[in-house]
């Protein structure tokens, strides 16, 4: 992927504290469940959903899809948030699962295979099945970042693709063709790498920028706004977003979105790829 000069002070990302909101709230939001999408607003993350794992300490998360019968399919996103002194020493209970981390606030060291990485916002890392690896907080302050996992699709001849850790704030967007910009798409691994079942992207909109059709295609989508706000049309329906919000897009919804502004609308995404589509047949 092309690089630049780091700088931290780039970007921020929204990440949720929790707690609980006032009996004054109206109960009314924007959360949205249906069989082609789902809007989870950011609100909704607060005590009353965390949840913990088992051999992670001073740990909780929140669940923002997991596969399930009418809903996610391919993959499981959680937002951890690992107070000082927490951690685990063994994270993944499922030798078969790969795994996506990025950190939106505070700090945490990722150990693979012996080796410590230091990552902060923006730290993004790849773990394949089958790998070792650890997470400390060693700070002061709590750090919170997204757990993508996927049951990674083994194919005869293709090798797994190794761990590795960047950050995408080193990594140049690409922008999408005809857009002047408007609209561009940071990519950790080469689309065409057939090592890799699933793409963990950071998608960017300036201003304006537009999905100029409604997208309707065979891959999945987990969407968490990381900076920003826009207004998408799935499925016939028009929601809007903001920083914080998640959705999840069943394959084939139809989507399409506009970044109002005024600054740019930015998304952490997954989808599944590079891989055939299971016919089922032993099931005939």
């Known amino acids: ?68 019968s009418g809903f ?24 078969g699962a790969e795994g996506v981390l990025f950190v939106v606030e505070g700090e945490m060291t990722l150990i693979i295979d012996g080796d410590p990485h230091a990552m902060a916002p923006g730290g993004y890392a790849y773990l394949p099945p089958g790998a070792s690896w650890q997470l400390r907080n060693a700070g002061n302050e709590p750090v919170r970042f997204h757990w993508i996992r996927k049951a990674y699709a083994f194919v005869d001849g293709i090798e797994v693709p190794p761990a590795f850790v960047t ?40 201003p304006g920028g537009v999905i100029p059709f409604d997208e309707t295609h065979v891959m999945e989508h987990g969407l968490y706004v990381l900076e920003g706000k826009a207004v998408y049309h799935l499925n016939q329906e028009w929601v809007e977003v903001e920083a914080g919000d998640y959705m999840w897009l069943r394959a084939f919804c139809p989507q399409s979105c506009y970044a109002a502004g005024p600054g740019p609308f930015r998304y952490l995404l997954y989808k599944d790829v590079n891989r055939h589509m299971a016919l089922n047949l032993s099931s005939r």
């Open 72 to 95: 996610a399919e391919t993959f499981s996103q959680y937002i951890m948030e690992v107070s000082p002194g927490g951690g685990s020493e063994r994270p993944e209970p499922d030798g």
């Open 167 to 206: 950050n995408e704030q080193t990594i140049e967007p690409t922008p999408m063709p005809d857009t002047e910009g408007r609209w561009a798409t940071t990519r950790f691994v080469e689309p065409s790498d057939l090592r890799h079942d699933m793409h963990v992207t950071i998608v960017t909109f300036q």
């Open 1 to 68: 992927m092309p690089q630049r000069p780091h700088d931290s002070s780039r970007r921020t990302y929204y990440a949720p504290h929790g707690g609980l909101p006032p009996q004054s709230q109206l109960i009314h939001d924007r959360a949205v469940f249906t069989e082609a999408y789902a809007v989870i607003p950011k609100g909704v993350m607060s005590d009353i959903v965390m949840s913990f794992l088992p051999h992670w300490e001073k740990t909780r998360l929140w669940v923002l899809s997991r596969p399930l």
